[in-house]
Nanobody, 123 residues
């Protein structure tokens, strides 16, 4: 089992920045590809970004490409999402997830999920 805990959410004005973090614990020795997802009120959960096990590859949703950057530190079992130029449409609960199986980037199977952290962008 892998436990994921997100932090760093909050309220920010449009154009501002936030940095989300995800701390992994448990059976992290195998290493997993990881990703960020988000779910806005009344909408389905959507993919945001993914990073490979060794951090050699990243992949982004078109809606956030160029504004968000995903990274990870395997020595600390953490992952981050730096969000710049935030827009009100970015308002959502953001989830980190770990994928022990599947093909990077679009075939990953995310088996482990965090509880989410709220990001609210005011206009």
């Amino acid at each position: 089992q892998v436990k994921l805990v997100e932090s760093g959410g909050g309220l920010v004005q449009a154009g501002g920045s936030l940095r989300l973090s995800c701390a992994a614990s448990g059976r992290t020795d195998s290493g997993y590809a990881m990703g960020w997802f988000r779910q806005a009120p009344g909408k389905e959960r959507e993919f945001v970004a993914a990073i490979s096990r060794t951090a050699s590859s990243t992949y982004y949703a078109a809606s956030i490409k160029g504004r968000f950057t995903i990274s990870r530190d395997n020595t600390k079992n953490t992952m981050a999402l730096q969000m710049n130029c935030l827009k009100p449409l970015d308002t959502a609960v953001y989830y980190c997830a770990a994928a022990p199986r599947g093909s990077f980037p679009t075939g990953l199977l995310y088996d482990y999920w965090g509880q989410g952290t709220q990001v609210t962008v005011s206009s």
